[in-house]
């Protein structure tokens, strides 16, 4: 149902779908429009392969995406979830999270994140604080 009032309220066919290897220089141009240098185009070649996906299109575009991590018995960690600025408000972030929960309905999600209100929007819970540190730190 949710893709049905999404699709109403955007005009367009959004579809769900993994990724692929030419979706690399898309993915990539949403981390930059973001300002996520960390992000460059060798990273996001690199958690192609080590991650999993869940693209959102309208059309041949990619408009969103979510990318996640699990041990497939326990836990998904979502790592970002990114959706393109004109998309945002539409219900694509809540469609990626659900997809990952379809794919996976047998396991707990785990997010680090500083946008609260969104995933206490989707019944996250606050479970503590979070902790980060570099080697070089």
Known sequence: ???NVLSRILGGALITRNITKSDIDSIYELYSLEGWKGFTKEVVEKLF?????VIVEDGDKIVGF?????????TMYLCEILVSKPYRGNGIGKMIINEMFQRHSHLRMDVL????SFYEGLRFRHLGKAYRRYRSE
């Open 1 to 3: 149902m949710l893709f």
């Open 49 to 53: 392969h080590s991650s999993y996906w």
């Open 66 to 74: 979510g990318r996640y991590l699990t041990d497939h018995t326990l």
């Open 113 to 116: 994140s500083d946008a609260d």
